[in-house]
């Protein structure tokens, strides 16, 4: 018989094997609506993403995103504008901005790896890494607990010994990378079953119960969600918002993820697949939502510049503009869009005609494009039309 759960004892995780845990109940009729759902947005999300003239104007911002939300579950607390402002010079950064930062470069390079190597415990020994600014390995000693941030007491303590934290990852690896055109065995037949945003729920919950590293697991598996979307082709660019979801929902993700632990029921199993499936779904639909509106008043914005500044189409700035939010005169001239000057022209014209604010940072000037970074941060899809411009009487 199964021993009692002890949140004071090393967990003995069971491997992901339709032997040892019940995947064939994992599908119920409900995890199944909430997959069609859930597919059905995030191929909306992706065609969006596919069909904008500008996807890498969408991404950069998105990636902020992810990253605050995802550090910010670990109470990495910063704000958009910080980051906003940091992301070509961090130099006077505080300390969760930079980290957060070095969040979104490890979400990079996961993203470029995955092009050439399967995701793999090195990987994630990456990744976890650049999040933490250090070298991480699989632990190797033990000691590691996950406790209450309110009463400090003790709720988990993950699996321990390097040796078994590598197995457990082999086989974790193993469910990560089940071909479902080619299963080789009859376990790899059962998991070719399971829909990938399925797949996707489990891993999650598997990589957090072994917990392999001291610290950055939590980052490290948000990131892992996100590469694994991609790789199995569900998610084009890595837009997606998902962190947001888990950010609003933390007290429940914590539950969930210890209930699985606890009980291993197929029930504990189906309610924490259904939270990732309806993550999936509300992010890929929030996401959608602010690319188009994001679209929006990117075209708004040129049209204005062409109807109201002598300035003409400014094509690469505007783009610019929106993939650097905060722009100082210098990026103009970095992204050979113009020389100094005219660069300075450029920017002092846009604040006249209010489609950006200026702030003053030393011997330098930021440029702000407001209206973006305030539809970024805002749950609604609107976007003020005309009142921060100076002249609006003749636009109506
Ligand atoms: N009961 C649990 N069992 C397994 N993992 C959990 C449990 N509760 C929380 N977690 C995971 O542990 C993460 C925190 O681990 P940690 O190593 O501190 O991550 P980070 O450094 O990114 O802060 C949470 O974000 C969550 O993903
Ligand atoms: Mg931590």
């Known amino acids: ?48 993403a596919a069909t904008l003239p500008n996807p890498d104007v969408m991404l950069s911002s998105l990636v902020l995103l992810e990253s605050q939300a995802s550090s910010e579950i670990e109470n990495i607390v910063t704000t958009a504008d910080a980051l906003f402002e940091a992301q070509q010079d961090a130099s006077r950064a505080d300390a969760p901005t930079k980290e957060t930062l070095a969040y979104r470069s490890s979400l990079y390079h996961g993203l470029q790896a995955i092009k050439q190597r399967p995701l793999s415990t090195r990987l994630i020994e990456e990744i976890c890494s650049l999040t933490k600014g250090i070298d991480m390995q699989v632990r190797r000693v033990p000691g590691t607990q996950l406790s209450n941030a309110r009463t400090g007491e003790t709720i988990y303590t993950p699996p321990q010994g390097e040796a078994l934290l590598r197995d457990k990852l082999a086989n974790w690896e193993w469910f990560c990378h089940v071909d ?113 509106a994001i679209h929006r008043l990117m075209e708004e914005t040129q049209r204005r510049v062409e109807a109201h500044t002598k300035l003409g189409k400014q094509k690469d700035l505007i783009t610019l503009l929106f993939k650097l939010p905060y722009c100082r005169i210098a990026d103009i001239v970095d992204a050979d869009i113009a020389k100094r000057q005219t660069a300075a022209v450029y920017l002092q014209t846009l604040a006249q005609a209010g489609l950006l604010s200026t702030q003053e940072r030393g011997r330098d000037k930021l440029f702000l494009n407001h209206r973006l970074i305030a539809l970024l941060k805002s749950e609604s899809n609107d976007f003020e039309e005309t009142n921060t411009l100076a002249s609006n009487t003749q636009l109506h």
């Open 180 to 292: 479902a055109n080619d299963p080789r065995s009859e376990d790899e037949r059962f998991v070719a079953t399971l829909d990938p945003l399925v797949r996707m729920a489990v891993l999650h919950y598997q990589f957090e119960a072994i917990h392999p590293f001291l610290d950055g697991n939590g980052r490290t598996g948000r990131v892992i969600n996100l590469l694994f979307l991609v790789q199995q082709g569900l998610l084009g660019q890595p837009v997606l918002y998902l962190s947001r979801y888990i950010l609003q929902h933390r007290t429940r993700y914590y539950e969930l993820l210890l209930a699985v632990s606890q009980e291993g029921s197929a029930e504990a199993w189906q309610e924490w697949i259904v939270y990732m499936l309806d993550a999936v779904h509300e992010t890929a639909l929030w996401t959608l939502a602010k690319i188009k």
């Open 1 to 48: 018989m199964k021993a009692a759960f002890n949140p004071k004892q090393p967990f003995e995780l069971p491997l992901l094997l339709p032997s040892q845990v019940p995947m064939q109940e994992w599908e119920s009729a409900r995890v199944l609506k909430a997959c069609v759902r859930s597919r059905a947005a995030l191929g909306a999300l992706n065609e969006a």
